[in-house]
């Protein structure tokens, strides 16, 4: 796993889609994961490291890059990004490739990338809004994309299929995946109050994971803290 910090905590959350479960509740109001569901994903991962399947040191709260682990060999398999593509091919020295991600119940993706906003006071944001325009645009996008060997956003470059020059099907592979990030969880990730759920949802993984808080707990320290954070 390896998020190296507690801020990244929220991609632990499609292991909690892909069973089945979220984090908060349909509307967004306050936390549904003190069930069935958060419990039984909390102790399918606090497993790994029960049972020595993963390094220690891959927890939350990592302080070592799971790329560096993968490529020394330490660990056999890692979840992550296609930004990755080209350390590995310049500094993994064992055969690797590239596969679908592991599912459940659910077909599930963590969403990553980042994000480019006007600010309400712009003093120019008739200007700032064509250049978000510009940028967003398919044409922009799709040069851009391929370019910087990135995933596009825009559902009909994902339908066309991206003509890579460099890692085309290692890339076009990721493309596909993409497509399974569920709208609840990109709705949960994006809302006003999601850097402070981030925060409790690490602080307890890192809790399960390393010291050993059972799942059931865990899932009720989340909601616990959920809770306290809307009422802020």
């Keep these: 796993m390896a998020w190296q ?5 929220y991609r632990w959350m499609w292991f ?5 479960g979220q984090l908060l509740n349909d509307d967004l109001t306050g ?10 994903t909390i102790a399918f991962n606090k497993s790994w490291f029960e049972e020595n399947l993963v390094p220690p040191s891959t927890s939350i709260k990592s302080v070592q890059t799971i790329e560096s682990l993968f490529a020394a060999g ?14 590995l091919e310049t500094g993994m020295t064992a055969g690797w490739d590239v596969t679908y991600m592991i599912r459940d119940e659910n077909m599930a993706s963590d969403m990553g990338g980042n994000a480019v906003a ?22 922009e996008m799709k040069r851009f994309c391929l370019e ?25 592979l990721f493309v596909e995946q993409s497509t399974t990030v569920p709208a609840k969880m990109a709705a949960e990730q994006t809302a006003p109050l999601s850097p402070l759920f981030t925060q409790v949802l690490g602080n307890e993984l890192e809790q399960a994971f390393k ?5 059931e707990e865990t899932a009720r320290r989340i909601s616990e803290g959920i809770e306290k954070v809307y009422e802020q």
């Design 31 to 40: 936390p549904q994961i003190d069930n069935a569901a958060g419990v039984e």
């Design 211 to 215: 010291i050993g808080q059972s799942a």
């Design 74 to 87: 330490t660990t056999a398999m890692m979840l992550n990004g296609e930004w990755l593509i080209p350390f």
């Design 148 to 172: 910087g060997l990135f995933l596009p956003t825009r559902k009909a470059l994902v339908e066309q299929g991206m003509e890579y020059s460099t890692y085309p099907e290692r890339l076009n």
């Design 16 to 20: 909690l889609f892909q069973h089945g």
């Design 118 to 139: 006007i600010t309400k006071d712009s003093k120019n944001p008739e200007l700032a809004a064509d250049f978000l325009k510009h940028l967003a645009s398919e044409e």
């Design 5 to 9: 910090d507690v801020t990244s905590a």
